[in-house]
């Protein structure tokens, strides 16, 4: 059995595991952990008898899972600044092989998203106990009416109202700030995130490609959940017009977001996604909610706004528009390799490296290698997680006997 969760040892080995590196499965192998760091992957029947030895009985060792789009779980969200509602989800992350995630604030009054940047900020200086919070993404209120989905539209603005320095205050802690590039001073927005190492992402929009590029030029370099609260092609006269799903899916500049719960997406959209996109710069996120854990018909909420839990995924009541996943994203993976075909390494990298890269992580996270965090999951065959580590340390373990 692994280590205690509260005193690991400073050095082992995980042995006799299907290991998921970047570019193939490793059998036969170890990987060689000391301390917080990776020290490499080894033959299993080279280590020597002064390294203790972790049997994984067979199971699958991945990277740690990394979720850059993710709200909430078990009726919190990340919107309210308290240390229940953080630890609640990170500790339910962990629960499903997620090592490290984005703590992803929804559309609120921009008092109440700083208050939620502030603890963001805080949170971060503890050590996790569970997933460690990476930083926050806002899904703006600098979003397209027309193209609200769930969000509160009450709390809308437009880019150019003065409001948004209250955020970038905490440039610091801000990953990934979603906005409308088509809107009013939408543009001098992106290349003022850009500016400070926010990453601009095009989201909740009814731009044309032709508003895309012109972003792109200015920095912006990301796309949140394809299909959902986006603009497709239009006609103009006898003119189609692209929108930003046909930017996603064309311009190689752009990484994107997936949510691959098998409810957001059908499974040729997910296929269409990852052939016109690739592992590298697709990324899978859960896009989950405060509705994620909850059983059928529960009713979960996200600031004054309420959903339910209806047929594995959030709605809203009068069924107009999904309202977020309830689905973690270690569930995912067997809908991308069973349903849409993926090949297990490539589904990995996904929710791994890609994520990693996106976000500028990718020296320390995101693959096993020498040198990089000890952030890994075991899982069983099924994706339902084993162990999980961070940092070296057992943040989660499902007490069973070994198969």
Known sequence: MPPSLDHPNDRFALSHGRIVLSNEIAVGKAIVVEGAKILGVADAGALGSDIEIIDVHGRIITPGLIDLHTHGALGHTFNEPTPES???ICAENARRGVTALLATLAVAPIPDLVRG???CRA????????A???GAHIESPYINAAQKGALDPRNLRMPNDGSVDALLEYHAVLKIFVLAPELPGALQLVSKLNDLGIIPAAGHSSAKDSDILAAMRVGLRHVTHIWSAMSSTIREGPWRKPGLLEAALTFDGLTV????????LPSTLLRLAYKCIGADR???ISDATSGAGLPEGARFQMGEMEYEVHDGVGMMFDRSAFAGSTTLLSQMIPILTDVVGIPLVEAIRMATLTPARVIDVHARKGSIAPGKDADLAIFENDFTAWRTMVGGRWVYARESAPK
């Open 123 to 130: 949170w971060r200086r503890e050590a996790p106990t569970g």
């Open 257 to 264: 977001e997936m949510i691959a719960d098998n409810k957001h």
């Open 282 to 284: 697709l990324c899978v």
């Open 117 to 119: 940047l502030e603890f």
């Open 86 to 88: 953080f630890a609640t």
């Open 132 to 134: 460690q919070v990476l």
